[in-house]
């Protein structure tokens, strides 16, 4: 016998939005990503000029020198907007949020011998500064982006650039022994030390730059392309072999957290490149000029680090870079 | 070099107050190789003296883990929410298709400002010298990402069944009325961070939020709209965070330097106006458009501002902050807000993007109990009258284009303070030219900045201008109908998205497919 359940029957005289299914080239079922996001900024029919910057609008698309015919083609890989963003990243900062508890909790950091933590507050509590840089530059980007597609990205990546500054702290006070000390050293060595000037001289440079999207590529790119794995992967991979792993345990997040937006920051590079041969000449630019200057801002710093191996540690993140770049399409060596 | 030294010894515990400072102060640094005044080359022009940033009190001190758990743990809640609602066909378990009608308005005219928010306070949260300052902005540009995404989200199921919503955003740089909203948060964004935040953290967010997000979400719920009204629910907690936000921000401003004062209390006249007039939309809401009324405007206005924001004002009063200007205007206007805002929109509805209609009798009624001194005297003969109308088949549908207020945008159907039968017109003349006004407080506003407003985008200007055809409309074309024309330009479905409510597919629909009719009992 048939089990029968009745229902109404109900037509949906639409599939979704009318500006989203403009983009989408028809009324079709949308994913929640395409509808939190394709066409939420308001284009045209601006009230009042900036007293900030009478020349433009309040969203311009003039504040980079980028040009693309339509913003909504740039795509998160990892589609997210702000309720999958939220939850992924309470999901990571639980399995955090253990790894800090397992390692404080034995005082694998604290009970380091004294060369080897004031090698780790050295090299890793300074970068609470430079990822505080990285946040107030994603946030600039924000601000003055143009399309929902990279600006909610940029929003997600601010926050991230936070959280991050945030676990360096930790790990900081998991090696003062929650006294702040290294805090303090670590600003210190930020605003003092010879081998962290020239990230630091980068940092604030980028915070002058007035273009968006330059500072995408100079940001998100080339700096977060040579710096995180200098220190997430190669400074991290040796400290482990020498001395165990408790440093990983404390880095997971940064780790895993620069392969997953690296695929973001990628997908956005491609995109912008691939819309003309203008746009691919100008971020080849970018790319060049910021890259020299990163080169000189590290090398202080990986001498530091690394003392004789710091050529080789940098030139293998130099090739890992090379290698993003090619698979994008662009010219992987700096002009330089 | 000057190393901690190793303790040696079980860490000690940190309090919350500790941990957050540990983790966040002392994160900015005075830049060297720019100057600091390059780096933040806009928190100075307004004229805001800041002395020390360190006296800046987190209210929340959320370190970014914990907001990830938190709105992580409540984003999971309110999407199963949703989907449930959307499982279970939840849009017809409203009160009547009538309702849907403030969705319509608040998705078109409210969530795109919650979008506008998020920009405004990411350029705040750039701007700031200090860095808790920054982080609480920071925060709260994100928030208000959630809540144009998650409100899109909500509404996007009833957008499935209902018009008036398919093209919420393209409208709402468009259309009319909506040119309201947006021109109220436009000003506040192209204005400096102090005033961005005085405007909307303070103005708009503390003094208020309870009239305007709070009275849809009440709405939603007297009306049995769960998806909206879970959505509220979720909101409420980064509304409150917004809130105390709002008062914290201008304490410190004020406390920073008494020169600061004159000018918080110019923002505050300002918008105090700004919002007020912004309100106009609410108080129709909640008088006209919801079948379950939850207050009456006027009972909402003395008690969220006339007590609540009195109470407010005279905590302030210590730092040298009065009332602002013309509230007692808008007390004078609270019993006849609504009635004169709705009728206007019943005489332009075809140029909406929501369907009006005349009141039941029993709605009548309510009225004329909440407005004893006005409603029946001078508003309900009108609805009455036009009531007769549509019954003879001649609804009436105004089809000339009114005069609007140079400031807040809104036709100029306010009467005189003092008296409810004359419109209130004002005017003033500058750089030879003439701007006209809905009242003094928004003269005033424009007289204290005429550079900034008068590049207003009004609509019915554009219109004429031609402005506000597709592109590639001919205009000398031979039977030419500009009406129709704007209506295109606005993405508006004819004879769908406006208009009269009775007859209209929305009631139509409604009947067949929940077998109750368009008007509930």
Not at chain 1, 12 to 41: C, N, W
Not at chain 1, 242 to 254: D, R
Not at chain 2, 22 to 34: A, C, F, I, K, N
Not at chain 2, 404 to 424: G, V
């Amino acid at each position: 016998m048939n089990v029968d359940i009745k229902t109404t029957a109900v037509t949906q005289i639409r599939q979704t939005f009318s500006h989203v299914a403009r983009q989408l080239g028809g009324d079709k079922p949308a994913s929640r990503y395409q509808e939190a996001t394709i066409g939420m900024q308001p284009m045209v029919n601006f009230h009042y000029r900036p007293l900030w910057q009478p020349e433009m609008e309040v969203y311009d698309v003039r504040r980079t020198k980028l040009v693309m015919r339509d913003w909504y083609t740039f795509k998160d890989p990892r589609q997210f907007y702000y309720g999958t963003y939220t939850i992924a990243r309470s999901r990571q900062q639980e399995t955090m949020e253990r790894n800090l508890e397992f390692v404080d909790k034995r005082g694998l950091l604290r009970d380091l011998p004294e060369a080897l933590r004031a090698k780790l507050i050295f090299t890793l509590v300074p970068l609470r500064h430079a990822e505080w840089g990285a946040n107030t530059n994603n946030c600039y980007m924000t601000a003055y982006g143009f399309g929902v597609a990279i600006t909610q990205a940029t929003m997600f990546h601010s926050m991230d650039r936070l959280g991050l500054a945030q676990y360096l702290s930790r790990i900081g006070l998991s090696l003062d022994g929650n006294s702040g000390d290294s805090l303090a050293e670590g600003k210190r060595l930020w605003l003092e030390d010879p081998a962290w000037q020239g990230i630091r001289r980068l940092i604030e440079n980028m915070m002058v730059c007035e273009d968006w999207f330059e500072l995408f590529v100079a940001q998100n790119l080339v700096l977060d392309g040579l710096l995180q794995p200098l220190i997430f992967q190669n400074f991290e991979q040796g400290f482990a072999k020498a001395h165990g792993p408790a440093l990983s345990l404390v880095t997971e997040f940064s780790n895993n957290w620069f392969d997953e937006t690296s695929r973001w920051v990628d997908a956005t590079i491609k995109t912008a490149v691939g819309e003309s041969p203008a746009n691919a000449e100008l971020v080849q630019q970018w790319i060049a000029d910021w890259r020299l200057a990163a080169r000189e801002a590290l090398a202080p710093y990986a001498a530091a680090v690394f003392v004789d191996a710091a050529d080789d540690e940098v030139s293998s993140v130099e090739a890992v870079l090379d290698n993003r770049l090619t698979k994008l399409g662009l010219k992987a060596k700096a002009a330089a | 070099m000057n190393m901690p030294t190793n303790p040696q010894k079980p860490a000690k515990k940190l309090s919350l107050k500790e941990n957050y400072s540990h983790l966040t102060r002392g994160l900015g640094w005075d830049t060297s190789y720019q100057p600091m005044d390059k780096v933040f080359p806009q928190d100075k022009f307004e004229g805001i003296k800041i002395h020390d940033w360190d006296k800046w009190e987190d209210p929340f001190r959320l370190t970014m883990d914990a907001y990830w758990k938190y709105q992580g743990e409540k984003e999971k809640k309110l999407y199963a929410i949703v989907d449930a609602f959307q499982q279970n066909n939840g849009q017809f378990n409203v009160t009547d298709a009538r309702y849907i009608n403030t969705l319509k308005l608040f998705l078109t005219g409210v969530s795109p400002l919650e979008y506008a928010a998020h920009r405004g306070f990411a350029m705040a949260g750039r701007n700031f010298r200090g860095t808790s300052a920054r982080i609480a902005a920071q925060m709260q540009a994100i928030d208000e990402l959630r809540h144009a995404q998650t409100q899109a989200h909500t509404i996007s199921h009833y957008n499935k069944f209902f018009n008036g919503l398919h093209d919420y955003t393209h409208m709402h740089d468009r259309v009319w009325y909506l040119s309201v909203p947006k021109s109220y948060f436009e000003d506040a964004m192209s204005a400096g961070p102090f005033e961005f935040v005085t405007a909307i953290s303070f103005s708009f967010e503390y003094v208020l939020t309870n009239l305007l997000f709070m009275p849809f979400m009440s709405g939603a719920a007297y009306n049995g709209d769960m998806a909206t009204v879970t959505f509220g629910f979720s909101a409420q907690s980064d509304e409150s965070r917004h809130m105390t936000l709002g008062l914290e921000v201008v304490k410190f401003i004020l406390e920073q330097d008494p020169g600061n004062v004159p000018i918080v209390q110019k923002w505050l006249d300002k918008w105090f106006w700004r919002g007020y007039r912004l309100l106009a939309l609410v108080s129709m809401m909640m008088d006209y458009m919801l079948p379950k009324r939850v207050m009456s405007w006027a009972e909402a206005w003395e008690m969220y501002f006339e007590q609540n924001g009195g109470a407010l004002f005279n905590d302030l009063t210590r730092y040298g902050i009065r009332m602002p200007k013309y509230h007692e205007v808008a007390s004078m206007e609270k019993h006849r807000l609504s009635h004169e805002t709705w009728a206007t929109f019943y005489n332009y509805t075809h140029a909406a993007a929501f369907h009006t209609w005349v009141p039941e009798e029993s709605e009548m009624k309510w009225l004329s109990e909440k407005y004893p001194t006005t409603f029946d005297k001078l508003y309900r003969p009108r609805f009455e009258h036009w009531r007769e109308q549509q019954a003879k088949g001649e609804r009436f549908y105004n089809g000339t284009l009114p005069m609007l207020c140079q400031l807040c945008q809104i036709p100029m159907f306010f009467t005189e303070p003092d008296d409810p039968t004359k419109i209130c017109y004002r005017e003033t003349t500058y750089r030879d030219e003439k701007f006209h006004f809905c009242s003094d407080g928004c003269k005033d506003i424009f007289d204290n900045e005429p550079e900034k407003y008068i590049h207003s985008w009004l609509p019915v200007h554009q219109i004429y201008q031609g402005n506000c055809f597709r592109p590639g409309t001919d205009p000398t074309a031979p039977g030419f109908d500009p009406l129709a024309e704007v209506l295109q330009y606005y993405g508006f479905h004819v004879g769908e998205d406006g208009g009269e409510y009775l007859g209209s597919p929305d009631a139509k629909n409604w009947k067949a497919w929940t077998g109750k009719p368009a008007v509930s009992e």
